[in-house]
């Protein structure tokens, strides 16, 4: 049976750390320039060497995206930059420019290619000229539905690798090749910099009847909403696998480590459990109930299942749903006194109950009690950033887990 790759967001070395401990086969990232997030935090050369290393020490992947729609000015310093990162390791790189590949095929011929889904890779014939010019991989473009995926696969070579978004935001124009941004802001959107209009609040003001707002709707010609819901796939394991995907794709690289930790997790054991007995293969609301603790807009499964209808769309706010919080990160645990030592996050009080979460394994629920201050002095709250705290622990805890608990 294949085996897709779970490939995480890391938009910084400690993102991709995080999601590499909790359980993402391969990880990409963008460097200072060329990556299409400019908000993420990026990586720079020596982040970069350092992030490799974590990863192919642990037998884990790294890809380097470079995805821009660029102009001529950029050709040159992108020439530089492939020289300044070919001998760095990476696993591959991540482009949707002809030009960007063929400069990546004349300045560093042994480095992988693939190609994003800026490219609007949703034909099979597209995929099999990516391929004819020496790609390893073709990003699927996330208006595609499992049957065209299945025709897709049976029609290209096996050498062929498929990627494909399975969680995370959706964009509102095709593969995500959005003007909107740049007209309305003058920040390029396939440069980076979008400002995500899609999010704001629209209404109709006809030109002779200005102040006079009619509400937007939509019919069967078209849409005139932007806000799109969340993708999320998770309870859709079984047809991911046998949709012959090679990586299973997971947006966010300017989301939280919290967010990586824990929508990572929630996918590596759903799909392991899938693997272990795909026969007797049961979904776990529980790993639904998990993605609904990260920060979200309400989910969809795009158009996976054919074409998305209204109810893909929120049409109340752009705001993001967020039931529970990061509290802390443990520094450290101590097994004699069964106590941890917890740098704040957010806010939290004696008596909180919280779930405290670690890489493969299940989350811990639990009390604080006994919290204490660097001074070893008692504390009833925790209310300073960056506070150090120690607490009781229900059990063993390793360093770097996290704390949340349920917003009030």
Same mark, same amino acid.
């Given at each position: 049976?294949?085996?897709?790759?779970?490939?995480?967001?890391?938009?910084?070395?400690?993102?991709?750390?995080?999601?590499?401990?909790?359980?993402?086969?391969?990880?990409?990232?963008?460097?200072?320039?060329?990556?299409?997030?400019?908000?993420?935090?990026?990586?720079?050369?020596?982040?970069?060497?350092?992030?490799?290393?974590?990863?192919?020490?642990?037998?884990?992947?790294?890809?380097?995206?470079a995805n821009i729609i660029p102009h001529n000015d950029d050709l040159d310093?992108?020439?530089?930059?492939?020289?300044?990162?070919?001998?760095?390791?990476?696993?591959?790189?991540?482009?949707?420019?002809?030009?960007?590949?063929?400069?990546?095929?004349?300045?560093?011929?042994?480095?992988?290619?693939?190609?994003?889904?800026?490219?609007?890779?949703?034909?099979?014939? %597209?995929?099999?000229?990516?391929?004819?010019? /020496? @790609?390893? $991989?073709?990003?699927?473009? !996330?208006?595609?539905?499992?049957? #065209?995926?299945?025709?897709?696969?049976?029609?290209?070579?096996?050498?062929?690798?498929?990627?494909?978004?399975?969680?995370?935001?959706?964009?509102?124009?095709?593969?995500?090749?959005?003007?909107?941004?740049?007209?309305?802001?003058?920040?390029?959107?396939?440069?980076?910099?979008?400002?995500?209009?899609?999010?704001?609040?629209?209404?109709?003001?006809?030109?002779?009847?200005?102040?006079?707002?009619?509400?937007?709707?939509?019919?069967?010609?078209?849409?005139?909403?932007?806000?799109?819901?969340?993708?999320?796939?998770?309870?859709?394991?079984?047809?991911?696998?046998?949709?012959?995907?090679?990586?299973?794709?997971?947006?966010?690289?300017?989301?939280? %480590?919290?967010?990586?930790?824990?929508?990572? /997790? @929630?996918? $590596?054991?759903?799909?392991? !459990?899938?693997?272990?007995?795909? #026969?007797?293969?049961?979904?776990d609301p529980a790993e639904l109930d998990e993605l609904c603790k990260v920060?979200?807009?309400?989910?969809?499964?795009?158009?996976?299942?054919?074409?998305?209808?209204?109810?893909?769309?929120?049409?109340?706010?752009?705001?993001?749903?967020?039931?529970?919080?990061?509290?802390?990160?443990?520094?450290?645990?101590?097994?004699?006194?069964?106590?941890?030592?917890?740098?704040?996050?957010?806010?939290?009080?004696?008596?909180?109950?919280?779930?405290?979460?670690?890489?493969?394994?299940?989350?811990?629920?639990?009390?604080?009690?006994?919290?204490?201050?660097?001074?070893?002095?008692?504390?009833?709250?925790?209310?300073?950033?960056?506070?150090?705290?120690?607490?009781?622990?229900?059990?063993?805890?390793?360093?770097?887990?996290?704390? !949340?608990?349920?917003?009030?």
């Amino acid at each position: 049976m294949n085996r897709p790759e779970l490939l995480a967001p890391g938009g910084s070395l400690e993102k991709l750390k995080t999601a590499i401990d909790y359980g993402a086969d391969a990880v990409y990232i963008g460097g200072d320039a060329f990556s299409l997030r400019v908000a993420a935090e990026n990586f720079s050369l020596e982040e970069m060497r350092e992030g490799l290393r974590y990863a192919h020490e642990r037998g884990k992947k790294v890809y380097l995206t470079a995805n821009i729609i660029p102009h001529n000015d950029d050709l040159d310093d992108f020439a530089d930059y492939i020289k300044s990162i070919r001998s760095l390791g990476f696993d591959g790189i991540l482009v949707s420019d002809l030009g960007m590949f063929d400069i990546v095929r004349s300045e560093a011929p042994e480095l992988p290619i693939h190609v994003s889904t800026q490219a609007n890779n949703t034909n099979y014939r %597209s995929a099999l000229m990516w391929y004819r010019l /020496g @790609a390893k $991989r073709v990003v699927l473009g !996330r208006e595609m539905s499992f049957k #065209e995926i299945a025709e897709f696969r049976s029609k290209l070579p096996e050498e062929l690798e498929l990627e494909a978004f399975i969680h995370g935001a959706m964009c509102i124009s095709y593969s995500g090749r959005c003007l909107l941004s740049n007209y309305m802001t003058g920040r390029d959107s396939n440069a980076g910099a979008c400002a995500h209009p899609c999010r704001w609040n629209y209404s109709l003001v006809e030109e002779k009847r200005p102040g006079q707002y009619f509400d937007v709707e939509e019919n069967e010609r078209g849409t005139f909403i932007f806000n799109s819901k969340d993708l999320c796939t998770i309870e859709h394991i079984p047809e991911l696998v046998k949709s012959g995907i090679t990586s299973l794709k997971i947006e966010g690289r300017v989301k939280t %480590s919290f967010y990586v930790a824990t929508v990572v /997790g @929630a996918y $590596r054991r759903e799909i392991d !459990r899938y693997l272990e007995d795909p #026969e007797g293969y049961v979904f776990d609301p529980a790993e639904l109930d998990e993605l609904c603790k990260v920060s979200h807009r309400p989910y969809t499964t795009g158009f996976y299942f054919g074409r998305p209808g209204a109810d893909a769309q929120v049409y109340e706010t752009s705001s993001y749903i967020r039931d529970y919080e990061l509290i802390g990160i443990v520094r450290s645990y101590d097994p004699e006194s069964g106590r941890m030592i917890v740098t704040q996050r957010n806010r939290f009080f004696e008596g909180d109950e919280i779930e405290i979460m670690q890489p493969m394994k299940p989350f811990i629920t639990a009390k604080v009690r006994d919290m204490r201050d660097e001074n070893g002095e008692s504390i009833d709250s925790a209310p300073h950033a960056e506070q150090i705290v120690t607490m009781d622990a229900p059990g063993p805890v390793c360093e770097g887990a996290m704390l !949340r608990k349920k917003r009030v």
